[in-house]
């Protein structure tokens, strides 16, 4: 990668966990109501997957969705206006944490279902292949890249939605986000295959990577979109480990403090600071204003979402369904 590229990439990941640090504070303050997942741990699988889209390319994610929004160019500022219920937000205040989306980025969601939304990677994924080969619409040369975590390839949408996937050669990337535990059970106990990516081996190709490194995310996820595009659907098992819990009220009866100091060392954003320190990038100075421009552009985002209006009480009604039904 370039040095720009990783400069920008260390950025991206800086915010994404200011982002989160904030959305944690604001919802001690009940400014924030609902579920609140934190990507806190997981900004390199985010930062370096997305990064190997095209425009035309869409995105499909779990709950834990934030990370991926911000990796993928949406604003922080309407993303906030959303958690805080705000007319301002992405979805006018009435999705929340779980539902962020973007139709201009091809961003469809934040599904709070547990894989579910695989299915409907999969039906996008069919959507362009028919659109291209069916109805002769050459411009139609998007993949699909649907992100779940460990958890969810033990459901019944995970098996069908691989097994189609594979039936049509559709132009799809699955990735698992393993980071070892299914809310508070760990991976040992909820499933019997514990290299995730094996499930899916007697339908497609796939691998497990180091979600910790972003370089060697962007790299695996850029063979896989490239394969999704022109031969068929690819997995990738990111290999990662959340440092908050499993949602902000989580107490973390299932793991001790210890457990997660030990696990700090694969911070990816210290790795990939020392890494840019060690390769002449990056010094601690220009870091730590990385940091403190981070910081200063999330009070702004916080300050904006606090200013912004709530809906206003005829908008309950709208925008509940697609119009033409």
Same mark, same amino acid.
């Given at each position: ?22 959305? &944690? ?226 107490? &973390? ?73």
């Amino acid at each position: 990668m370039e040095k720009q590229d990783l400069l920008a990439d260390y950025r991206t990941m800086v915010l994404i966990r200011s982002f989160e640090e904030h959305c &944690q504070q604001q919802y001690t303050r009940a400014r924030i109501g609902g579920f609140l997942h934190l990507y806190v741990g997981q900004e390199a699988v985010a930062v370096g997957a997305i990064g190997a889209l095209k425009a035309q390319d869409h995105l499909v994610t779990h709950y834990r969705d934030h990370g991926h929004a911000l990796a993928r160019g949406l604003e922080p500022k309407p993303l906030m206006a959303e958690l805080f219920g705000r007319s301002t937000g992405t979805g006018k205040g009435k999705g929340g944490s779980m539902h962020f989306a973007d139709k201009n980025k091809n961003f469809w969601g934040g599904y709070a279902i547990v894989g579910a939304h695989l299915l409907l990677a999969m039906g996008i994924a069919y959507s362009i292949k028919y659109k291209r080969e069916v109805l002769g619409q050459a411009d139609q040369d998007g993949v699909v890249m649907c992100f779940f975590g460990d958890g969810a390839t033990n459901g019944g949408e995970f098996y069908e939605a691989v097994s189609m996937a594979a039936l049509y050669k559709l132009p799809i990337v699955f990735l698992c986000e393993n980071n070892e535990f299914a809310m508070g059970t760990p991976l040992s106990v909820h499933t019997s295959v514990t290299e995730i990516h094996k499930k899916a081996s007697p339908f497609m190709p796939g691998e497990r990577v180091n979600g910790n490194d972003v370089e060697e995310m962007r790299a695996r996820a850029l063979y896989a979109v490239n394969h999704a595009r022109t031969e068929g659907p690819y997995f990738l098992e990111a290999m990662t480990y959340r440092l908050r819990g499993h949602s902000a009220a989580d107490p &973390q009866m299932y793991r001790t403090r210890d457990d997660i100091n030990a696990r700090r060392s694969g911070d990816p954003i210290a790795l990939l600071k020392q890494k840019l320190i060690d390769q002449n990038l990056l010094t601690e100075k220009q870091a730590k204003q990385i940091e403190k421009d981070v910081e200063k552009e999330m009070d702004a985002v916080v300050q904006f979402a606090e200013e912004s209006p709530a809906p206003d009480l005829s908008e309950a009604w709208t925008e509940i369904y697609s119009k033409p039904l």
